[in-house]
C-alpha cells in the first residue's frame, strides 16, 4: 500500500526558507516518478517540481526556479522540497505526489498517489 506523509510546512516571514519533507512506503522511491504539487487558496492546483525515476532529471515551474530544489534519499524513502526566498504567492497547501509511470517527469503528467498535504503559509 502506497503511502505519502508530508512534514515541514508552517508560517514563514517573506524571504525565509522552509523545507517540506515527504516520508514514502509502499514502494521502492526510485521507482516512480514523484514530486510536489500546491493549491492556493480559490486556485487550480500547480505542479511545482518533480523528479524523474530514470535519471534523476528534474522539472520547476518557472515561478519557484532558483528559489526551490527537490531532492530524495532512497535509503530513507524520503522525498524532499526545499523552499528558500519565500513569497507571499508561495502560500498554499503542499501535496507530496508518486506516480509509476516515467521514465521521465513532465509539467502534464498526473498523479496516482498524493499525500494529505501540509499546509505552508508564507506572511509578515
Known amino acids: 500500500q502506497v503511502q505519502l506523509v508530508e512534514s515541514g510546512g508552517g508560517l514563514v516571514q517573506p524571504g525565509g526558507s522552509l523545507r517540506l519533507s515527504c516520508a514514502a512506503s509502499?514502494?521502492?522511491?526510485?521507482?516512480?516518478?514523484i514530486g510536489w504539487v500546491r493549491q492556493a487558496p480559490g486556485k487550480e492546483r500547480e505542479r511545482v517540481s518533480c523528479i524523474s525515476n530514470s535519471d534523476g532529471s528534474t522539472y520547476y515551474v518557472d515561478s519557484v526556479k532558483g528559489r526551490f530544489t527537490i531532492s530524495r534519499d532512497n535509503a530513507k524513502g524520503t522525498l524532499y522540497l526545499q523552499m528558500n526566498s519565500l513569497k507571499p504567492e508561495d502560500t498554499g497547501v503542499y501535496y507530496c505526489v508518486a506516480d509509476p509511470s516515467g521514465p521521465y517527469c513532465s509539467p502534464y503528467m498526473s498523479y496516482d498517489y498524493w499525500g494529505q498535504g501540509t499546509q505552508v503559509t508564507v506572511s509578515s
Open positions: 509502499g514502494f521502492t522511491l526510485d521507482d516512480y516518478v
